[in-house]
């Protein structure tokens, strides 16, 4: 482990402490290698091309050919269409749904989970298209690289790769 020291004014210093205690950190040691791996995690999901939009990642090299993604949004589901246009592509990308949670949050909104793995321009063209569903409103995305390389192999003729995060 490799230690180093920054220099913060008082106010930034103050709002880290802030944020610290709000996300229940034992120490800024954690939050910062926590906002550092995000961070990073974003960058090198980039392609070439630049960011989607709410990734919240700048331009990048594309590091990260394969990604689970967490894509959560609200919508109201007496809106039979949307309803409709959110399971079709569901059903269309079914070789990049892992799973999906649908949580009622009242009468009228749902809130629905979806997880998504696959290459990652691909779950990034997904999840965009998901929370970009006429109807769907409070859509966020949460993107992880993934490492892939080596980690294939068989279990009673059944091949498969194991995934694990990156940073």
């Known amino acids: 482990m490799q230690r180093f020291t920054i220099s913060l004014d008082d106010a930034l210093a103050q709002q880290f402490d802030a944020f610290i205690a709000e996300h229940g950190y ?9 906002l550092i791996r995000s961070r990073l995690g974003s960058a090198s ?79 990034q063209a997904c999840a965009q298209q998901l929370i970009a569903l006429r109807g769907v409103r409070h859509g ?6 993934l490492d892939a390389a080596g980690r294939t192999h068989a279990h009673g003729g059944h091949a498969h790769t194991h995934f694990r995060p990156l940073n």
């Open 26 to 34: 034992d120490n800024r040691s954690e939050a910062v290698r926590d």
């Open 45 to 123: 999901l980039v392609p070439a091309d630049g960011p989607a939009k709410t990734t919240g990642a700048r331009k990048g090299r594309g590091e990260a050919p394969w990604c689970v993604a967490s894509v959560s949004y609200v919508y109201d589901h007496h809106e039979q269409t949307v309803t409709a246009r959110v399971l079709d592509l569901q059903h269309d990308h079914h070789d990049l749904v892992i799973t999906s949670l649908h949580t009622h949050l009242d009468h009228d909104h749902c809130l629905e989970t979806v997880v998504l793995r696959g290459p990652t321009a691909a779950v």
């Open 140 to 145: 966020n995305i949460h993107l992880v690289p």
